[in-house]
């Protein structure tokens, strides 16, 4: 029995007691149906070797190779992850297409006794849901846009929101990136697609008649393009500008980014990568901060040199101004929490 896939919501509302994605380790690393577990029914060398069979030698041969593959992996992963299941476990199973990958474990799971269905399309089927719901519609959500000088704890405040109880959306958590110079948090960015699957998911759940708080960016965050929809959304959006003195923003920019000042040799290749944009005496000044372990003094060089004067070009080209100014003489959690605060009151 097949599956089909109508939206994320629908998927969520149809129970499955376990969502399986069969492609191998690396396309499911790349992006996958979210709640997904992967367990591959071929490795990415398996899956290479039987696809060069197929167009080199012989499908037949191919298939022949495939199935055995296919059923020994299936063995493993019945043994290892599926032994604590019941005869009432309900389980959807896709794989690249809905075709031999998913079908095959499937109707193993189903001869076992369990009530297994494939996904009609496989994770082709997300992915065109994906990009008609990113691309090809208009968002329906209603966005504010946090702005502001960078270390005015944009991020910060938006969680603090968040757990106002406000609907937010953290771009930059989802990127994975500080969507700065001094650029990712913790190990790489997802993938492209990856990180449209999870902005679609966190979007699935914000109720599209309330407005929601989001970080002002630009059209990239490190190496991820936000998708047209949320794009023209946010670009005409109305935005409130939140404002800090620069040694405030200083010092909470050195603690935040504490993991990054300590890392020197990663921190002075980040630098070194702006000396056409600033010039080579201004990086060196930089590089003496870090030198003599100065975190906040090389913030606030950051912050006087190259961060400032870049958020006022773009200010610049900025069709409204804001609908609301709040400033923070400080960055402490009493500022943040009352400025949350106000923030939630402009989304209700």
């Known amino acids: 029995m097949a599956y089909t896939l109508t939206d994320l919501s629908a998927l969520r509302a149809a129970a499955f007691d376990t969502v399986i994605d069969v492609r191998s380790s690396a396309e499911y690393a790349?992006?996958?149906?979210?709640?997904?577990?992967?367990?591959?029914?071929?490795?990415?060398e398996e899956r290479a070797t039987v696809g060069t069979i197929y167009t080199q030698d012989s499908p037949f041969k191919a298939r022949k190779i495939g199935a055995a593959l296919v059923a020994r992996n299936a063995a493993t992963?019945?043994?290892?992850?599926?032994?604590?299941?019941?005869?009432?476990?309900?389980?959807?199973v896709y794989c690249w297409r809905g075709g031999q990958r998913s079908g095959s474990f499937a109707s193993i799971l189903q001869q076992i006794g369990w009530r297994a269905e494939v996904l009609d399309g496989g994770y082709q089927s997300w992915r065109r849901h994906v990009v008609a719901k990113l691309y090809d519609a208009t968002l329906p959500h209603r966005i504010l846009r946090l702005d502001g000088f960078t270390g005015t704890a944009k991020t910060e405040l938006i969680h603090r929101v968040g757990?106002?109880?406000?609907?937010?959306?953290?771009?930059?958590?989802?990127?994975?990136h500080r969507g700065s110079v001094l650029g990712d948090i913790d190990g790489a960015q997802p993938s492209q697609k990856g990180?449209?699957?999870?902005?679609?998911?966190?979007?699935?759940?914000?109720?599209?008649?309330?407005?929601?708080?989001v970080e002002a960016e630009s059209a990239r965050i490190g190496d991820i393009r936000l998708p047209p929809a949320l794009w023209a959304g946010m670009k005409d959006s109305p935005r409130i500008e939140v404002t800090a003195p620069p040694a405030a923003r200083a010092r909470f920019l050195a603690a935040a980014y504490a993991d990054l000042m300590a890392d020197a040799p990663?921190?002075?290749?980040?630098?070194?990568?702006l000396r056409a944009h600033v010039?080579?005496?201004?990086?060196?000044?930089?590089?003496?901060?870090?030198?003599?372990?100065?975190?906040?003094?090389?913030?606030?060089?950051?912050?006087?040199?190259?961060?400032?004067?870049?958020?006022?070009?773009?200010t610049r080209t900025k069709a409204a101004d804001p609908i609301a100014r709040l400033h923070m003489d400080n960055?402490?959690?009493?500022?943040?929490?009352?400025?949350?605060?106000?923030?939630?009151?402009?989304?209700?």
């Not at 790349?30 to 990415?44: I, K, W």
């Not at 060196?284 to 400032?308: G, K, N, P, S, V």
């Not at 500022?335 to 939630?344: K, P």
Request: charged residues 20%.
């Open 266 to 273: 990663a921190l002075t290749a980040r630098l070194n990568n």
């Open 163 to 176: 757990a106002l109880g406000g609907q937010v959306l953290d771009l930059e958590g989802l990127a994975n």
């Open 331 to 348: 960055l402490g959690d009493r500022a943040l929490d009352a400025t949350a605060r106000t923030l939630l009151d402009h989304l209700h």
């Open 195 to 213: 990180f449209e699957t999870a902005l679609l998911s966190a979007l699935s759940t914000l109720d599209p008649a309330k407005p929601v708080l």
């Open 30 to 44: 790349e992006d996958h149906v979210p709640g997904a577990v992967n367990m591959p029914v071929l490795s990415n």
């Open 77 to 92: 992963a019945i043994e290892a992850h599926l032994m604590d299941k019941d005869g009432g476990w309900r389980p959807l």
């Open 279 to 314: 010039g080579h005496a201004i990086v060196e000044r930089w590089l003496a901060h870090l030198a003599a372990d100065e975190a906040e003094a090389l913030a606030l060089a950051l912050i006087t040199d190259h961060y400032d004067p870049a958020y006022g070009r773009l």
